[in-house]
Nanobody, 124 residues
């Protein structure tokens, strides 16, 4: 069992930046690939970024490439999402998730555990 707790969300002006964190419980964090997803009001949850167990492999949604960076620190059981040049359309609840897969995956069906989410609101 893995429990995930996101933090770092908030209200920010367009053009600003945020760094989201997701801390996992347990001692097997490095056994999971990790991902970030988001869900805007009235929309389906969508993948944003993913990272392999080792951190060597990453993947991003086309809409966030160049602005979002996913990273992880296995010693701290934490995965991060650095966001720059925020846009109003980035407003959403951001979720982290853990997958037993080795490699980064953008498919929500391949994730086994989910956090409760952190709200990001971007004002124009």
């Amino acid at each position: 069992q893995v429990q995930l707790v996101e933090s770092g969300g908030g209200l920010v002006q367009a053009g600003g930046s945020l760094k989201l964190s997701c801390e996992a419980s347990g001692r097997t964090f490095s056994s999971y690939a990790m991902g970030w997803f988001r869900q805007a009001p009235g929309k389906e949850r969508e993948p944003v970024a993913a990272i392999s167990r080792s951190g060597a492999g990453t993947d991003y949604a086309d809409s966030v490439k160049g602005r979002f960076t996913i990273s992880r620190n296995n010693a701290k059981n934490t995965v991060y999402l650095q966001i720059i040049s925020l846009k109003p359309e980035d407003t959403a609840v951001y979720y982290c998730a853990a997958s037993r897969r080795l490699l980064a995956t953008m498919s929500p069906d391949e994730y086994d555990y989910w956090g409760q989410g952190t709200q990001v609101t971007v004002s124009s």
